[in-house]
């Protein structure tokens, strides 16, 4: 795999994972603003949120994969499974027993969830079908056509 596309797959990550992180925080944002709820509710909801959107994107056009949806968000579904109750707990304590600003402990909460989900997603999730799905295959083919 070519060093120019490893680096185009992690910037539309990060792109997608910004639009995601926007579904977050803004949900995250009006719940704060709208609810009497403690953090941790108002950071599941939006976690939840942006998990969806996140996958979806990343899954079509970053890694590009046909592989078995139901088994990649199985594997990401343990992704969660162990970042959400890590992150809730903390981003809970920070919050709300430490006197943190809440916007502030779930930004922080994005920026780990942004970097260990790429690696996961990279080595774990879809390492053995990215570049697998029919875009892939059309434009791999349209540059060997090329050469």
């Known amino acids: 795999m ?11 990550f990060v792109l997608f994972s910004i639009s995601a992180g926007v579904i977050e925080f803004a949900s995250f944002a009006l719940l704060e603003a709208f609810t009497p709820w403690a953090y941790w509710p108002k950071y599941l909801i939006a976690l939840t949120l942006s998990v969806l959107w996140n996958f979806t994107l990343n899954r079509h056009f970053t890694f590009r994969s046909a592989g078995n949806v139901p088994i990649a968000m199985l594997k990401v579904a343990c992704y969660y499974a162990v970042f959400t109750p890590l992150s809730t707990i903390l981003g809970n304590y920070l919050a709300e027993t430490c006197g943190w600003n809440a916007i502030l402990v779930t930004i922080l909460n994005m920026a780990i969830n942004l970097v260990t989900e790429y690696l996961y997603d990279r080595y ?3 390492r053995k079908t990215i570049d697998t799905n029919k875009k892939a295959q059309s ?4 540059q060997n056509d090329l050469k």
């Open 139 to 142: 434009l791999d083919k349209k």
């Open 2 to 12: 070519s060093k120019h596309k490893e680096v185009t797959r992690g910037v539309k």
């Open 124 to 126: 774990f999730v879809f």
